[in-house]
């Protein structure tokens, strides 16, 4: 996934959350993406206002936020283009 495209999604999550604040996927997926581009306070509360609403995915949230910034570290690479 390009830099580009995090833009972008992260404009379709804003959208979505716009619609319907009860989305918690919209706040996972916000959050994950907000970390691969370094934005951690932001991304810290979407992963907040995500388990407010779903408790029940803490194991699995805490997963994707390791997978999404040993990405980050590891910089740009072939998978996420």
Not at 9 to 20: G, P, Q, S, Y
Not at 37 to 60: H, I, M, T, Y
């Given at each position: 996934?390009?830099?580009?495209?995090?833009?972008?999604?992260?404009?379709?999550?804003?959208?979505?959350?716009?619609?319907?604040?009860?989305?918690?996927?919209?706040?996972?997926?916000?959050?994950?993406?907000?970390?691969?581009?370094?934005?951690?306070?932001?991304?810290?509360?979407?992963?907040?206002?995500?388990?407010?609403?779903?408790?029940?995915?803490?194991?699995d949230l805490g997963r994707r936020r390791e997978l999404a910034?040993?990405?980050?570290?590891?910089?740009?690479?072939?998978?996420?283009?």
């Amino acid at each position: 996934m390009s830099k580009g495209e995090i833009d972008r999604a992260i404009v379709d999550f804003n959208r979505a959350l716009e619609l319907d604040q009860s989305l918690a996927a919209a706040y996972l997926n916000r959050g994950l993406a907000l970390l691969l581009k370094g934005r951690d306070v932001e991304a810290q509360n979407d992963f907040e206002r995500c388990l407010a609403l779903e408790p029940q995915w803490s194991s699995d949230l805490g997963r994707r936020r390791e997978l999404a910034k040993c990405l980050r570290a590891r910089g740009p690479c072939d998978a996420l283009k």
